[in-house]
């Protein structure tokens, strides 16, 4: 069974949930004026670290997509749990480098550790949680017609990086570096997230891919959502990388995950109430589908990105996009 299929079925049968319904980047619970939000994620060493990651990167991003999820319900971190599941054939050195990279997040974030636990496992496993709060949760299902789509940051270069990486290929230290960051550090936008709360309609983090992440929020919401090709902030890197592999540089901003940017909906109005970096790059409107627009040529978009227990292992391999 997919990722998709398991969840439906889970859902199928879990009835008794929180104060608002599951299937958001986390759950809450509302309590008088404040509503506490909680969210877990598994970090998986075979299918989350690849060799090239440190153990401080596993830790680091351990709690980076955890707290992710707590922004994207524009809600203000205020703990993180974790279970540790450990191969018997683990080293001291290599957990000591995920302890020190979990402290490292936590004071990025300046999040305390409330609880841990320990356990012996076949595979290395993370599976945190990360509390919040927040008077006015997002949701990935308000989004109204006709509303401005944005984006923080870029999108792309955390495939890209991996693919430099599994290819072995010879590009500059510069273009390796901006890749690296987003595909061996990335970082969570917290601050970002919680200025949204009371001013976006719906959010949804990139976790998946952004193409996928469209395709959620605009089914959630009951809206169809337009994406204009040439607003997608996509760095030169990745166009130089693309180049270099004969890849889509669109196709490869739309696959990408793990970037943990946010995505977002509010109305045109309300984008000068923003005091933080992001890009306009699409709308809502009146219909249903997630289509992607080039210059005067318009069609569906292609549902591109990761997913568990599915045969899409390597989204860089992906149909381009043509128009």
């Not at 970002?192 to 959620?216: F, H, P």
């Not at 990408?256 to 005091?275: A, H, N």
Request: net charge negative; charged share 25%; proline share 5%.
């Amino acid at each position: 069974m997919r990722e998709s299929e398991i969840i439906e079925l889970f859902l199928g049968h879990l009835k008794r949930q929180g104060d608002l319904p599951l299937g958001d980047d986390a759950g809450a619970l509302k309590f008088g004026k404040a509503w506490l939000v909680a969210t877990n994620d598994m970090l998986v060493r075979k299918t989350d670290v690849p060799d090239i990651m440190t153990p401080e990167q596993v830790g680091f991003k351990a709690v980076t997509m955890n707290v992710s999820d707590v922004a994207a319900m524009g809600a203000k971190p205020i703990g993180f749990l974790f279970s540790l599941g450990i191969p018997s054939d683990s080293s001291t050195g290599y957990l000591e480098g995920i302890a020190r990279g979990i402290e490292k997040a936590l004071e990025f974030y300046e999040v305390p550790v409330l609880s841990a636990d320990t356990n012996e496992a076949d595979d290395l496993i993370v599976d945190g949680i990360a509390l919040g709060t927040t008077e006015r949760p997002i949701t990935r299902s308000g989004a109204g017609s006709e509303e401005t789509v944005c984006i923080t940051g870029d999108v792309g270069r955390a495939l890209t990086g991996y693919l430099v990486w599994k290819n072995g290929l010879d590009v500059s230290k510069g273009t390796r570096r901006a890749l690296y960051e987003k595909f061996l550090e990335p970082k969570a936008r917290v601050k970002e997230g919680i200025k949204l709360s009371g001013i976006a309609t719906a959010a949804i983090d990139v976790s998946d891919g952004l193409s996928k992440e469209l395709q959620t929020l605009a089914g959630m919401s009951g809206v169809g959502v337009e994406v204009l090709a040439e607003k997608l902030p996509i760095t030169e890197e990745v166009f130089e990388v693309a180049e270099m592999l004969g890849l889509d540089p669109l196709t490869l901003a739309l696959s990408s995950g793990e970037e943990f940017e946010l995505v977002f909906t509010l109305p045109k109005e309300l984008l000068g109430r923003l005091d933080f970096e992001c890009t306009p790059i699409g709308r809502t409107f009146r219909g249903n589908g997630v289509y992607i627009t080039n210059g005067e040529k318009r069609k569906e978009m292609p549902v591109l990105g990761w997913e568990h227990l599915s045969n899409r292992r390597d989204p860089g391999s992906s149909t381009p996009i043509t128009f």
